[in-house]
């Protein structure tokens, strides 16, 4: 089954599409906000992702595009505010202190909120990652505004709304959502989801300081170290250029070495479908698909894996997608760009022994004379 588009026309249209008014107050409401998501003195690459997307939303309704950066006095804040300006943000908001040095709730909902309610963005996007999940839901709370999450396209209407995708009913709809009595227009967006933009070289450009009127005795979170779960292994398949990826059709926990080392053989990395997962046989950081990673790599191979929808959507912005199976018709061959029918057991060992060979310096010397 593939995915369907529903898109209603908006409540704010009428009947022959004549708009109806939306409320004064909304004209308050100005300018598109990004959400910068600091952790440990990085910037996550989908707040540039969204800073790209930001972009075409402001261009569209011929307003600024902001930069959100809240984080502690000191290089690393000021470094995210530097590569909001160099992935085209026109300003930056700019709430720096010592409190939000680690990601808590409290601190980050107050900074945030209180700028919104001051500055009066009519959308703010956040990454749909861990912390940008958790900060979207308190702000829209405590703001009592609506929130579209994991979209996977965002738009402006004719009226100016925005028009926010997402897919509902397990994979199979894609439904549109408007957020229609109420300021800032939230949404998320997983990483890889949009694309990278651009890096430019613009200089900082204007930037709005704002203070937190809050102090630690207010927090009732710690954060007293980050631990390891030991079983993750850091996987940061968002962003690999070559996935190998297996799905049942490799038939026991063992075979996922075959997986394993044809990715390290050609520098990728691994993944799986989802009922891998559910048996405990590999972490969920190494999932793909709708309720796990969504994946652009330039190269993904795919063994045993039927193609379902809740999985196409995370491979599909994949450059080139190998297909293994042995089944002729399984759905994966439908977007597939080669499709092999063979047992992946015994074709991922070959293809792996290919690769050593081909990879193996004489080889290499070969092809440069
Ligand atoms: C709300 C919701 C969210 C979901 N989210 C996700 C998600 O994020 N990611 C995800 O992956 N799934 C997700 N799913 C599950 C999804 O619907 C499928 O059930 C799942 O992707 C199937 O996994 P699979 O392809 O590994 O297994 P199967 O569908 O069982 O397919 C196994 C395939 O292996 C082939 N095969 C068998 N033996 C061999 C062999 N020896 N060599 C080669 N091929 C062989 C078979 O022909 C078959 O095509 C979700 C489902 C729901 C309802």
């Given at each position: ?188 967006v997983r990483p890889r989801v949009m694309r990278m933009p651009e890096r430019s070289t613009k200089p900082i450009g204007r930037v709005i300081r704002h203070d937190l009127a809050m102090c630690e005795q207010e927090i009732v ?149």
């Amino acid at each position: 089954m593939g995915t369907r588009k529903c898109k209603a026309p908006p409540p704010t249209l009428g009947r022959a599409g004549t708009k109806k008014e939306l409320p004064e107050h909304f004209r308050d409401y100005r300018h598109v906000w990004v959400f910068m998501e600091l952790e440990r003195g990085q910037v996550h690459p989908v707040s540039f992702e969204l800073l790209g997307e930001g972009r075409r939303l402001a261009d569209q309704l011929g307003v600024q595009l902001a930069g959100v950066v809240l984080g502690p006095p000191g290089d690393s804040t000021m470094h995210a505010v530097a590569e909001a300006f160099a992935y085209d943000a026109d300003l930056v908001y700019l709430v720096e202190k010592s409190l939000l040095t680690d990601y808590r709730n409290e601190p980050f909902t107050k900074a945030l909120t209180d700028l919104v309610l001051t500055y009066k963005p009519e959308i703010l996007l956040l990454g749909a990652t861990t912390l940008g999940r958790d900060l979207a839901g308190s702000v829209a709370t405590t703001l009592l505004t609506g929130l579209t999450a994991d979209c996977t396209g965002l738009d402006v209407d004719a009226d100016g709304s925005l028009a926010a995708t997402r897919p509902t009913f397990g994979g199979s709809l894609l439904c549109t959502i408007y957020t229609l009595n109420c300021r800032p227009q939230m949404a998320t967006v997983r990483p890889r989801v949009m694309r990278m933009p651009e890096r430019s070289t613009k200089p900082i450009g204007r930037v709005i300081r704002h203070d937190l009127a809050m102090c630690e005795q207010e927090i009732v979170t710690k954060v007293v170290g980050f631990l390891s779960d030991g079983q993750s292994e850091n996987a940061n398949l968002a962003y690999a250029d070559v996935v190998v990826a297996g799905g049942l059709g490799l038939g026991a926990a063992e075979n996922l070495e075959l997986l394993k080392n044809l990715a390290r053989t050609i520098g990728g990395d691994y993944g799986c479908s989802r009922p891998l997962v559910q048996k405990g046989w590999m972490p969920v950081d190494r999932q793909i698909g709708q309720t796990g990673k969504t994946i652009r790599p330039k190269l993904y191979i795919a063994a045993g894996i039927s193609g379902a929808v809740q999985h196409r959507v995370g491979v599909e912005g994949a450059d080139l997608i190998v297909a293994i199976n042995t089944d002729p018709n399984a759905p994966i061959f439908d977007f597939a760009n080669i499709g092999v029918v063979a047992d992946a057991v015994s074709f991922l060992p070959a293809l792996t022994d290919v690769f050593i060979r081909r990879l193996a310096p004489r080889n290499r010397m070969r092809l440069v004379n």
